[in-house]
């Protein structure tokens, strides 16, 4: 008996669970993916209103905003998806900037919405890019508030600084690529250089930005539809805003410190003859020891490279015979110490902040006294004495040998 | 309509005295329906039950040279007529008084059936019937009936012989490598096959009949020294609970002794191979074969046995295991592909990547349904082709499924009512349910389908999940004959996972599964 | 036949293996600790020596399910709802029941909000919370008609899953793996480590289940070994969480988001594997804890109430759904949501830290009661 009433039941759960699937089809969160548009990149500058703004604007019928940040979007809206799927060949524009400005970055999105029938999610979105003057006026934490809170951009979406407006670096002029990609891809190529940093995400921004250290970012310069990278935007820990730039080679000097460097080289000029000696480098490694005597703090940096002789303008001299190895190890060494004393002293004396993450080896090293420090750390960074120790190994210099 | 019924009603109560004489009449029948010693009666009776029949023949002769009448009853296309007249007759008309006369002196009272049946009839399989019941039945399914003056019951011989196929590789179930034989629809022969391959020891073979009117026979097989006995008792109990007219098929029989006739999956396997049924029985597990049909049933059953085909233990184990991987991921595929694709288009266009996001996006521009129709549109397609391939003549059939489903696909995508990456989904999809060595769980598995293409249409990845969680419910609570649908998977017995998802070497599988609670737990040797 | 039919019934045909319970266990304590576990142990120790935190909360997890081992094995065959009343009389066993009950009721009716939460976020935004519920608390119904065996066996089947997903979710973080922000190891000491074992206890809640399940193995003598692995596993991953999310975020990180795991799967894209984006597996893996979760609270609540009425189980089954749905729906915003999960933990250490180990101590004083009478 229990057996048919197992079944009565059963069936009747099933019959139940079917009907009342049916009212369901409502799919409150059912959006197809071709009716939005992709965002993937985004550009925050100061608060220039583009002409369409304009013109909309004077007709009326807008909302009270304060004009603080344009934002440009960068999408790809089905319509150009499909032009550039369907006809392959990259005659057509495979983005679509449009550009919004207010006060909160959430409304402006939103706003997107009146002007596009596909709207925009951010769930794709690769890159942010900030103008340099948005930058110095408000901090970071501010400007990306929105995108660490709401669930519409990945965290590992990355973030950029821009020495002028922003916009600009999204656009193209190259024709089938699209900027953000762009700019996404070229984060990967730190094998190749040390003038890149390693990539910051929205996440570790967070967490760069909680902890109050100051750090640097990428920076990107833009003319007439080409980009570049170069050299980063020093933003201060305390205020969340950029107080200045490293030029390339500074940048370069960081990477020296930090030893996060996969690849690049080292540029020098021979002392005797003046002549171009180029250092490859394979791999390096850095160590930095905070030394704690009393009060006083110092840095010791130990840096070890190995690499191999990649151009040698050199007329005279052999790389078979090891003495120019030497020759040649020492002046890149010396190169690589002026480099990293540059930026320290930058560091330290104009901008007074410790981006190369001294303190954070302190932190590790010694927590007692990182705990006594941390609070004005900048400040009693810019005071502290750095050692260098630089070594390299020249490990070959390929193929081509003597020359006379 | 009432009063309609209320008439005939009256009139059944009105007829209760024709009622009753007939009754009357046919249980005095049923007394006579034995037979006398009057041979005349006794004839007449039976041609006026079998007279009329097309393929009855009656045959009057005399038995050697006793002149003693004797009649034989037989169908023709169902008996033997070799047997009938080489033996039968022969043995009845031409030697019978060589014998005879050796005996006692010629007298018809002492012709006795004793002897008849003793040193005459030359026929392996002889019985004796006293009514005219159990004679028709008999004739009718290819026995002939001897009938002799003087002798009130009837003998039966057995002269079956049906026209049967030959042994030949069942179409359902091809291997690339193992034995080409497959059953028949002769119960006969398929038991022949079971016992002749190989002398297996105790092999029981315990006959049953099922279905009221068409009587057929049924054979529950199974090793007696191996097999749990409270499992050939329960699978005993079922049959014999079966209550029809007919039972054309073994279908029939699986549809009636399973667990759960609600639930998708089956209960009972199916095969026609009798590879197949012998490893089972090895097993401890129980087989049913029926008479008209080649497919033999086996009881029971997993999930785990639904994926397996003998094939995988006749290659070498490294094979073995990787194509029955193969096999489990291609049940994934066939299951889940299309719901997932729906719950990715159409929920959460942030988990793909983002070049495929934007190809998707472009190529489905123009298309105007939501992903859940266009999915449904072409599975739907697809399902209704397969069926229709399976109707169509040999020389057409798999043409046609090549050629529809290329051209319906492209022709489709060309019109724009779907994107090229469904007819992928869905190409990928039926591809995977073919991998699937049985066909129930195939069928189960494609409206399954359906159901979670449903779910993820209202709830996304949540939706699939969800649906997932339902089905691993029901699987996990479904008992096969007292065995959990998911053993061995679950619970975990690590000895029981060397057969599961791998095919460990064959020296390491020396034990029956603990499952199946056998007697003799040790493969010998 | 019915009124007396359940307790036999359930007990004598429903058995469970020793890994089957070593797995319910498992089960049952992974939940929202997965998620919010770095979070909320950051704010109280605040450096990154959590893990260590994490592997002492473990440990005390395991000493009181020995001890609820030790105090259910004294009475084979019978539920905590059962036996109870045996240690303390009956009103007082009752009263212990009812507040078992009501325990599980609320952690239920708390997981099914944390799932709409965290998917209502994360997978369908704009879907209203009771279609995503439902659905949910269907399936549990089917599921635990079977009784306890269906059960194990579908936690048996979930948990590979969930283990192989999991570790591979968490490997691949290692791209954004930075080692500098596990140390200092102990740079302030131990103290800040004692500090956050409160919570990270909290998140091994689970091995409560033993007072009931015990009667249903086959073999209750090695309840102690299920126990103990069955703590085992949730610890390893748990680490491993802890390990990975605060190695990708830093400690400064972690406390900002409120569902730090899921940010550190989100903060990685392995371009060219199939899925650029693996918060689905997560969130699967997730999906299917919580519904383990939820299905034992389910279980044990009608089981509780089927022991105390001395009914049949089923119309509880049934019965509870509704008070489930309303208990998930008590919490006005998210922060009210971690409210009731914190209270909800606090009862747990009151019931079953400290309970079972009285209860035990009573139990055995009164056994040497009946000795010394004979």
Request: proline share 5%.
């Amino acid at each position: 008996m229990k057996q048919t009433y197992n079944h009565y039941v059963q069936f009747l759960l099933v019959l139940l669970s079917v009907l009342l699937l049916f009212p369901l089809t409502g799919c409150w969160s059912s959006h197809e993916i071709e009716e939005q548009s992709l965002g993937v990149g985004v550009a925050y500058d100061k608060a220039k209103e583009s002409m369409i703004e304009k013109e909309l604007d004077e007709q009326g019928e807008g909302y009270a905003k304060k004009n603080l940040v344009t934002s440009t979007y960068q999408l790809i809206t089905p319509q150009v998806a499909s032009s550039t799927t369907k006809q392959g060949g990259p005659q057509q524009k495979s983005y679509v900037n449009v550009s919004e400005t207010g006060d909160s970055p959430f409304q402006m999105v939103r706003e997107l919405s009146l002007r596009s029938d596909t709207p925009f999610t951010g769930y794709h979105m690769k890159v942010i890019v900030i103008g340099e003057a948005l930058a110095r006026s408000y901090s970071l934490e501010q400007l990306v508030d929105q995108n660490l809170r709401d669930n519409d951009f990945r965290p590992s979406c990355l973030v950029l600084i821009s020495k002028g407006r922003a916009s600009s670096t999204l656009e193209s002029t190259t024709a089938g690529e699209v900027p953000a990609f762009h700019l996404y891809g070229m984060v990967d190529n730190t094998y190749r250089t040390t003038r890149i940093l390693p990539p910051m995400s929205l996440i570790k921004l967070a967490s760069k930005i909680q902890s109050g250290s100051s750090f640097l970012l990428q920076n990107v310069l833009s003319a007439n539809g080409e980009i570049k990278f170069a050299g980063a935007a020093v933003i201060k820990g305390k205020t969340g805003r950029m107080i200045g730039f490293l030029n390339e080679e500074e940048l370069e000097g960081v990477t020296w410190i930090t030893g996060k460097g996969k690849g690049g080289l080292v540029k020098s000029f021979d002392k005797k003859t003046g002549q171009l000696i180029v250092y490859e480098i394979e791999s390096m490694k850095s160590h930095i020891k905070p030394l704690v005597k009393g009060n006083s703090i110092s840095f010791d940096v130990y840096i070890e490279s190995e690499g191999r002789l990649s151009e040698n303008w050199m007329i005279s001299g052999s790389p078979l015979e090891n003495q120019f190895l030497q020759k040649a190890q020492k002046t890149s060494e010396k190169e690589v110490k002026h480099l990293v004393r540059n930026v320290v002293e930058k560091m330290q004396k104009e901008y007074k902040v410790d981006v190369a993450g001294f303190g954070n080896q302190l932190r590790i090293k010694k927590p007692r006294v990182w705990m006594r420090v941390k609070d004005n750390w900048d400040q009693t960074f810019s005071e502290v004495p750095i050692n260098y120790h630089v070594k390299l190994t020249i490990k070959d210099y390929g193929t081509s040998a003597s020359k006379k | 309509m009432k009063m309609k019924k209320w008439k005939s009603k009256i009139r059944k109560i009105g007829k209760p005295t024709d009622e009753n004489e007939n009754k009357q009449e046919s249980a005095s029948q049923a007394s006579t329906n034995q037979f006398t010693d009057d041979f005349t009666l006794n004839l007449e009776v039976v041609r006026k039950e079998l007279g009329h029949n097309w393929d009855v023949h009656f045959r009057d002769f005399i038995i050697g040279r006793t002149g003693i009448e004797a009649c034989i009853v037989f169908v023709e296309g169902l008996s033997d007529k070799d047997l009938i007249d080489k033996h039968i007759m022969t043995s009845l008309m031409a030697d019978f008084s060589a014998e005879y006369q050796q005996e006692e002196p010629y007298v018809k009272e002492s012709l006795s059936n004793q002897f008849i049946k003793n040193q005459v009839l030359s026929i392996s399989d002889v019985e004796e019937v006293h009514s005219i019941k159990e004679l028709a039945s008999k004739v009718l399914t290819g026995s002939t009936a001897l009938l002799i003056d003087g002798l009130s019951h009837a003998f039966i011989l057995g002269t079956t012989k049906l026209k049967t196929r030959t042994i030949e590789e069942p179409v359902s179930e091809a291997l690339v490598r193992g034995p080409r034989v497959g059953f028949t629809e002769s119960l006969s022969d398929n038991t022949s096959l079971l016992r002749g391959s190989g002398d297996i020891e105790n092999l029981s073979l315990v006959k049953f009949q099922v279905g009221k009117r068409s009587k057929k026979d049924l054979v529950v097989a199974y090793i007696n020294e191996i097999v749990d006995p409270e499992l050939v008792k329960e699978v005993e109990k079922r049959i014999k609970k079966i209550d029809l007219d007919n039972v054309p098929e073994s279908g029939y029989v699986e549809q009636l002794i399973e667990d759960n006739y609600l639930s998708p999956f089956p209960q009972v396997q199916n095969t026609e191979r009798p590879d197949r049924v012998i490893a089972a029985l090895m097993e401890g597990r129980v087989a049913i074969l029926l008479d008209g049909t080649p497919f033999a049933l086996i009881a029971p059953v997993t999930f785990s046995m639904m994926l397996q085909s003998p094939e995988d233990y006749y290659e070498r184990w490294i094979p073995g295991t990787f194509i029955r991987f193969l096999r489990y991921i291609a049940v994934v595929l066939s299951l889940f592909t299309p719901a997932v694709y729906i719950a990715f288009i159409s929920f959460h266009p942030g988990l793909i990547p983002t070049k495929l996001a934007i190809s998707i996006i472009g190529t489905r521009s123009g298309v105007p349904f939501p992903a859940l129709i266009e999915a449904l549109f072409m599975e739907v397609a697809i399902e209704i082709l397969r069926e229709a391939g399976l109707r169509l003549p040999k020389p057409i059939g798999p043409a046609m499924g090549i050629v529809g489903g290329l051209i319906i696909g492209e022709a489709a995508v060309q019109a724009g009512i779907v994107s090229p990456i469904l007819v992928i989904v869905v190409a990928l999809t039926a591809i995977s349910s073919f991998a699937i060595p049985q066909y129930s769980v195939g069928i189960t598995l494609r409206i399954l389908r359906f159901v979670a293409m449903l779910c993820a249409a209202i709830l996304g990845l949540y939706g699939v999940v969800l649906f997932f969680l339902f089905m691993m419910s029901h699987l996990v609570k479904l008992k096969s004959f007292g065995v959990p649908y998911m053993s061995p998977a679950v619970p975990y017995r690590l000895s029981e996972w060397k057969d599961l998802m791998v095919r460990m070497p064959l020296m390491m599988m020396k034990r029956r599964p603990k499952m199946m609670h056998t007697k003799d737990p040790l493969r010998k040797g | 036949m019915k009124g007396s039919e359940p307790l036999e019934m359930i007990n004598s045909k429903d058995r469970i293996t020793t890994p089957q319970t070593t797995i319910v266990v498992t089960n049952f304590i992974l939940g929202t600790g997965i998620l919010t576990l770095p979070r909320a142990a950051a704010e109280k120790v605040k450096t990154p020596d959590i893990w260590l935190t994490v592997i002492l909360g473990g440990i005390i997890a395991m000493i009181a399910g020995v001890i609820m081992v030790k105090l259910s094995q004294q009475f084979p065959e019978r539920t905590f709802y059962q036996y109870s009343q045996e240690i303390v009389g009956k009103w007082m066993g009752k009263l212990f029941s009812f507040l078992m009950i009501g325990y599980f009721l609320t952690l239920g009716g708390f997981h099914a909000r944390s799932l709409a939460e965290v998917t209502g976020y994360l997978l369908l935004e704009g879907t209203p919370k009771w279609a995503i519920i439902m659905p949910f608390m269907w399936a549990s119904l089917y599921l635990i008609r079977g009784g306890i065996n269906p059960i194990a066996r579908i936690f048996e089947i979930i948990f590979p899953i969930t283990v192989i997903l999991f570790l591979l979710v968490a490997f691949m973080s290692i791209k954004i793996f930075e080692v500098d922000n596990l140390r200092p190891v102990l740079g302030s000491g131990i103290t800040p480590v004692l500090k956050g074992i409160k919570t990270t206890a909290l998140a091994f809640t689970g091995p409560e289940i033993m007072l009931l399940i015990l009667a249903f193995m086959k073999e209750p003598n090695k309840a102690g070994k299920a126990v103990l692995v069955g703590i085992t596993i949730p610890l390893f991953i748990y680490v491993i969480t802890v390990v990975m999310v605060i190695g990708a975020l830093s400690v400064d990180g972690v406390v900002t988001r409120t569902w730090p795991t899921l940010d550190l799967i989100r903060s990685f894209e392995l371009t060219g594997l199939i899925f650029e984006r693996f918060d689905s597996l997560l969130l699967v893996v997730w999906i299917m804890q919580m519904f383990t979760s939820f299905t034992i609270n389910h279980y044990a609540a009608s089981l509780g109430l089927s022991q105390l009425f001395q009914k049949d189980i089923h119309p509880f089954m049934y019965g509870l759904l509704p008070i489930f749905y309303l208990i998930s729906m008590i919490p006005k915003n998210i922060n009210d949501v971690f409210k009731l999960g914190d209270m909800v933990g606090n009862v747990a250490l009151v019931l079953f830290g400290f309970l079972p180990l009285l209860l035990l101590i009573i139990s055995k004083i009164k056994g040497r009661k009946y000795e010394t009478n004979l």
